[in-house]
Nanobody, 125 residues
Framework: QVHLVESGGGSVQAGGSLRLSCAASGWTWRIACLGWFRQAPGKEREGVAAIYTAGGATYYADSVKGRFTISQDNAKNTRYLQMNNLEPEDTAMYYC??????????????????WGQGTQVTVSS
């Protein structure tokens, strides 16, 4: 099993920054693709960013390109989502999720069997 724990959410004003962390434990060798998703009330879940854990390739949704950066520290089994220039539309619950499949351009359609509990991000105008 893979256990994921997110942290770093909070409330900020528009234009502010937050860094989310996703710490993995357990069978971490199973993680090939680590993705960040978000879901706002009344909206569908959206894939935000992903990273290929072995090679480091990254993928971003158009809505966050240039503002969000996904990175990782494999020694700590931790992935990060640096979010800059936050907008009220970024308000959502953010989840990290792990897939055993390799990241691709359509990474958000992969099977993600492992999920964290989520961390709330609230951006006020």
């Amino acid at each position: 099993q893979v256990h994921l724990v997110e942290s770093g959410g909070g409330s900020v004003q528009a234009g502010g920054s937050l860094r989310l962390s996703c710490a993995a434990s357990g069978w971490t060798w199973r993680i090939a693709c680590l993705g960040w998703f978000r879901q706002a009330p009344g909206k569908e879940r959206e894939g935000v960013a992903a990273i290929y854990t072995a090679g480091g390739a990254t993928y971003y949704a158009d809505s966050v390109k240039g503002r969000f950066t996904i990175s990782q520290d494999n020694a700590k089994n931790t992935r990060y989502l640096q979010m800059n220039n936050l907008e009220p539309e970024d308000t959502a619950m953010y989840y990290c999720a792990a897939s055993r499949a390799l990241c691709t351009g359509s990474w958000y359609d992969l099977d993600f069997p492992y999920w964290g509990q989520g961390t709330q991000v609230t951006v006020s105008s």
